[in-house]
């Protein structure tokens, strides 16, 4: 099956999704959106009230905001793909619980193989935690480093500086510097290796259980 082909197969199946009890609560899936052939995919946390209603990912403020990140690096959504861990919004945008992270987890995987992303770049914990179970975003948020041979950078998701303005510098450094990282890291491993290469930067390969974790 065609990558352009895939994606809309997920979205049809998200979109009648009866995996988890998300589905009794939700107005309308959100699987995601983006060019079949992006260079870079964004995996942030799950759908918020806005994105309920359009069946968008990131349509809010932090959509907003992200918009505004990717300006700052001369860059469109519209040229990215954006996605997030869970597909329907939890109810009162509550953390994720780890049967609906593992519900949709499938999906994600499905996504993650048919774009092929250059880089998946993860917008906070819930999204860093699906490759790197163990890190903490304080120590290693801007950093890039292969996960299963992919290129993985994790980063604050953008609701994080709006709720703590402190960390909108953090947030904004780390974009900055994301084409670099990018292109520092094209000598290594290529798309096409992904599924074989091994984790490096010591990170654990094993599968976990999700686990409950704060957005920040």
């Given at each position: 099956?065609?990558?352009?082909?895939?994606?809309?197969?997920?979205?049809?199946?998200?979109?009648?999704?009866?995996?988890?009890?998300?589905?009794?609560?939700?107005?309308?899936?959100?699987?995601?959106?983006?060019?079949?052939?992006?260079?870079?995919?964004?995996?942030?946390?799950?759908?918020?009230?806005?994105?309920?209603?359009?069946?968008?990912?990131?349509v809010g403020a932090a959509g907003k905001y992200l918009d505004d990140l990717l300006a700052k690096i001369n860059m469109k959504r519209s040229e990215v793909f954006i996605a997030n861990v869970v597909k329907c919004r939890?109810?009162?945008?509550?953390?994720?619980?780890?049967?609906?992270?593992?519900?949709?987890?499938?999906?994600?995987?499905?996504?993650?193989?048919?774009?092929?992303?250059?880089?998946?770049?993860?917008?906070?914990?819930?999204?860093?935690?699906?490759?790197l179970p163990n890190a903490k975003i304080s120590e290693i948020h801007g950093q890039a480093m292969r996960v299963k041979g992919r290129l993985i950078i994790a980063m604050y998701h953008p609701a994080a500086g709006l709720h703590q303005r402190s960390l909108m510098s953090a947030i904004e450094e780390d974009f900055m510097r994301l084409p670099e990282l990018i292109a520092s890291h094209a000598s290594q491993p290529d798309r096409q290796a992904a599924e074989s290469a091994d984790t490096t930067n010591n990170v654990r390969e094993e599968k976990k259980e999700p686990k409950q974790l704060s957005l920040f």
């Open positions: 099956m065609k990558p352009d082909e895939e994606l809309k197969q997920v979205a049809q199946e998200v979109s009648v999704c009866t995996r988890c009890n998300l589905h009794y609560s939700r107005k309308n899936a959100v699987p995601g959106e983006g060019p079949a052939n992006a260079e870079i995919l964004f995996i942030g946390e799950g759908p918020g009230f806005h994105e309920n209603e359009q069946g968008r990912p990131f939890p109810p009162g945008n509550r953390d994720p619980q780890p049967d609906e992270l593992a519900a949709c987890s499938e999906y994600l995987e499905r996504q993650i193989q048919a774009i092929n992303p250059r880089a998946i770049v993860t917008l906070g914990r819930f999204s860093m935690a699906h490759f």
